[in-house]
């Protein structure tokens, strides 16, 4: 997805990386020069807005896909299952 946005304008990132937990994400990205994709809504946020800054993109971005995935021995929480069915209403 972003190898293909990269490869548009002929630049490909030297270095990639996968974060496991959002936490971490953002402590790697306020500490270093990395770049990532994130709602507004947490640049915005009081706790990280002094340490993160949106950049204007000329290019837009490519749509999300998101999954919903559940063990299948366990029953879904009531959060969880309005979670589901937002997703559901979505698709």
């Known amino acids: 997805?972003?190898?293909e946005m990269f490869a548009e304008i002929n630049m490909t990132p030297t270095v990639m990386i996968n974060c496991?937990?959002?936490m971490v994400c953002i402590s790697l990205v306020a500490n270093?020069?990395?770049v990532t994709i994130l709602s507004e809504d947490v640049v915005t946020d009081p706790h990280f807005s002094r340490q993160?800054?949106?950049l204007d993109l000329d290019h837009s971005l490519p749509k999300a896909s998101f999954y919903?995935?559940?063990r299948r021995d366990t029953a879904l929480t009531p959060m969880s299952a309005y979670l589901a069915q937002l997703f559901y209403?979505?698709?």
Do not use: K, N
Request: charged share 20%.
């Open 89 to 91: 209403r979505q698709s």
């Open 52 to 54: 993160l800054v949106a």
């Open 20 to 22: 496991e937990t959002f």
């Open 68 to 70: 919903l995935i559940q």
């Open 32 to 34: 270093s020069d990395f």
């Open 1 to 3: 997805m972003l190898e």
